[in-house]
């Protein structure tokens, strides 16, 4: 059993178009991490959040942590390209990390 | 640049065969990780390091040993490769600390056991 569950598991849109990826679980988490991944390499990170009801925006991406820090969303503006990729969300309490399965994201162009 | 590195980017191995995956870190990190990568399942963790020749056992451990002698080297053991140990292997470093530090990954192992 997935202790974060992410959805959708595909997405392909048109370049310029808006996507969002949710990230849920019913546990706490004390920080929620937010990673890229494309083909033949290991994940980046893009952001951690680590207070509830927190946002951060990294240019056209926008990360939220819910207020009771169980789940997380990401949202992409105007996407290109270049965003396409493997998307996972990390939940971390102690020393590791939880991750969910993940959410492919295509954007043609 | 910090980098993690992986000694194979592709394996084929036969059942039975004991299998060596070597990670090596540039970053003088405390903790490093060993993963399991399968479609639909995201990352699985299997071991664990806090230091030199400290390990803990992650969420799927069975199957497999480390070793850490060195701490910029961290090795998985498949004492005996099964077909369902096929998978991709990935390897991760980061500073000693709570578990919201960044992770660092290597480039992964795709291992396929026939």
């Known amino acids: 059993t997935q202790l974060l569950e992410q959805s959708p598991q595909f997405l392909s849109i048109q370049e310029g178009e808006n996507l969002t990826v949710y990230c849920n679980s019913s546990?706490?988490?004390?920080?929620l991490q937010w990673y890229r991944q494309e083909p033949g390499e290991g994940p980046v990170l893009l952001v951690t959040?680590?207070?509830?009801?927190e946002v951060k925006k990294l240019k056209r991406l926008t990360f939220q942590f819910g207020d009771a820090r169980k789940d997380s969303s990401l949202h992409i503006t105007a996407a290109q390209p270049g965003d396409t990729g493997l998307y996972l969300c990390?939940?971390?309490?102690?020393?590791?990390?939880?991750f969910g399965a993940g959410t492919t994201v295509t954007v043609r162009a | 640049d910090v980098k993690v590195t992986q000694s194979s980017r592709y394996l084929v191995k036969r059942t039975g065969e004991k299998v060596f995956l070597e990670c090596v870190q540039d970053?003088?990190?405390?903790?490093m990780f060993w993963y399991r990568q399968d479609p639909g399942l995201g990352l699985r963790l299997i071991y664990f390091?806090?230091?030199?020749?400290?390990?803990e056992k992650g969420d799927i451990p069975e199957g497999y040993s480390v070793s850490r002698e060195k701490k910029e080297r961290f090795s998985l053991i498949l004492e005996s490769a099964s077909t369902n140990q096929t998978s991709m292997y990935l390897c991760?470093?980061?500073?000693?600390?709570?578990?919201?530090?960044?992770?660092?990954f290597g480039p992964g192992t795709r291992l396929t056991v026939t």
């Open positions: 990390a939940g971390s309490n102690d020393y590791k990390l939880s």
């Open positions: 959040v680590v207070t509830g009801g």
């Open positions: 546990s706490v988490f004390s920080s």
């Open positions: 991760a470093s980061r500073f000693r600390g709570g578990g919201g530090r960044e992770q660092y």
């Open positions: 970053m003088d990190h405390e903790n």
């Open positions: 390091s806090y230091d030199v020749k400290m390990k």
